[in-house]
């Protein structure tokens, strides 16, 4: 696996800056003052916590859309101006998608017919590794395996979930710490635990259990680069056999 934190979550919004956006609109409410963008600009500014137009709207945007915030446009009266924006604190959220659709997003090469879709109320933390694109606040990688897992766990669907799983821990960067603690939370870090012992087995192995040799070889090729660690025996009873894993991996690398 890769437990290196991935390229993309350096992009990973600051928990401190988004506590701080937070804060200072409720500051500004107590002050009798309209959290207006320019507000809260001024009130972060000045505390040296942010000064850049730009990064402040990334932070409101996806404060908006997972409903920590609300965003009121009220007109002006000079033309040629853009409406003032207030925003206010809605007492709810923030809520994530983090099912089937987030893992599509992060990348899952599987063609899904019907994608379960998991709203799930996070943390600031969990706030700020979610992404938007067309007009969904996904999860992290992290937390849409870990909610699909623990929304799935005891159902018919629980072979699939981690088949989905495994090719997405087999074969993405993810932040091994942070995975852990959500699994932990959610109770299903033994399983989390079985998928990355079965695939440190089978990438790791000397001798592994496999009849599809071939195929492994051209996966272990492909994932070259991922941090080794010491072969751990095949743990009993696992759902997925290794040669289900080899065909796991290579279909989500485009190799099966």
């Not at 446009?73 to 101006?81: G, L, R």
């Not at 994530?96 to 994608?115: C, D, K, M, Q, Y």
Request: charged share 30%; proline share 5%.
């Amino acid at each position: 696996m890769m437990y290196e934190q991935p390229a993309e979550n350096k992009r990973n919004k600051s928990v401190i800056v988004a506590e701080s956006v937070l804060k200072s609109v409720e500051a500004l409410r107590k002050d009798s003052t309209d959290p207006t963008f320019n507000a809260i600009l001024a009130y972060l500014s000045s505390r040296r916590i942010l000064s850049n137009h730009r990064s402040l709207r990334a932070y409101l945007d996806i404060m908006v859309k997972s409903g920590l915030l609300s965003l009121r446009k009220e007109p002006v009266k000079q033309p040629n101006v853009r409406p003032r924006q207030v925003y206010s604190l809605t007492g709810s959220g923030p809520f994530i998608e983090a099912g089937e659709r987030a893992l599509l997003f992060h990348g899952l090469n599987w063609t899904v017919p019907s994608r379960s879709s998991i709203k799930r109320k996070t943390s600031i933390e969990g706030l700020a590794r979610a992404r938007i694109a067309q007009g969904t606040l996904y999860g992290s990688l992290e937390d849409a395996i870990v909610e699909t897992l623990a929304k799935n766990k005891n159902t018919e669907r629980v072979f699939r979930t981690l088949t989905f799983c495994a090719a997405m821990l087999a074969t993405k960067r993810f932040d091994h710490a942070y995975i852990m603690r959500r699994a932990k939370e959610r109770d299903v870090a033994d399983l989390v635990d079985s998928l990355l012992d079965e695939i440190d087995y089978l990438l790791d192995s000397p001798k592994p259990e496999v009849d599809d040799i071939r195929t492994l070889y051209e996966i272990r090729k492909r994932l070259a680069s991922r941090a080794r660690k010491p072969p751990r025996p095949k743990s009993r009873g696992f759902p997925l056999s290794p040669d289900e894993m080899v065909d796991i991996i290579g279909k989500q690398l485009g190799v099966k």
